[in-house]
């Protein structure tokens, strides 16, 4: 069996994600380009994963719940996970282990939670682009905890790679 996917993007409530990164929009755009399995991974959040997985579910798409996290040592790990369950736990994990610096919408934008209407629920006031305080070395072990795994982005990268 074949399948396509991509495991690895962001919506809106991500700093580098465009206001047109609805989860509603982005399930739609997957289903366009043929892909059947698909994950968000916000930067140090899984705020929207919940509306992401009920946009995809409407389109067919089989939603795994993640996560980017940005280590201590700014290596950008991508944490998927079983359940949304096990997935907003880690959430709340990793919201106690992070610096919480405000985020500046004018500099960095909006970090928006939606629904699956793609309705405005609210807004993260931290930013999200900050080095959590858990290491490189601890990120595999704590997605297992909380039933999910990692690997590695941006291994073809100067920046952010864990290389």
Not at 76 to 92: I, Y
Not at 113 to 140: C, F, H, M, R
């Amino acid at each position: 069996m074949k399948l396509s996917f991509d495991l690895h993007m962001h919506s809106c409530l991500s700093p580098c994600g465009g206001d047109d990164n609805t989860p509603a929009n982005l399930a739609g755009m997957c289903a366009l380009a043929g892909l059947q399995v698909v994950a968000l991974t916000d930067h140090n959040t899984s705020g929207n994963c919940a509306a992401f997985r009920s946009a995809a579910k409407a389109y067919g798409l089989l939603a795994l719940p993640g996560m980017e996290l940005t280590t201590r040592e700014e290596a950008h790990v991508v944490c998927l996970f079983e359940s949304l369950e096990g997935a907003m736990e880690f959430d709340r994990y990793i919201y106690d282990n992070m610096p919480h610096i405000k985020n500046k919408p004018e500099i960095f934008g909006e970090q928006r939670v939606l629904n699956e209407n793609d309705e405005l629920v609210g807004t993260l006031p931290d930013l999200l682009l900050v080095a959590s305080y858990i290491g490189a070395d601890q990120v595999k072990a704590l997605c297992d905890q909380y039933g999910g795994t990692a690997f590695p982005a941006h291994v073809d990268r100067d920046s952010y790679s864990i290389t």
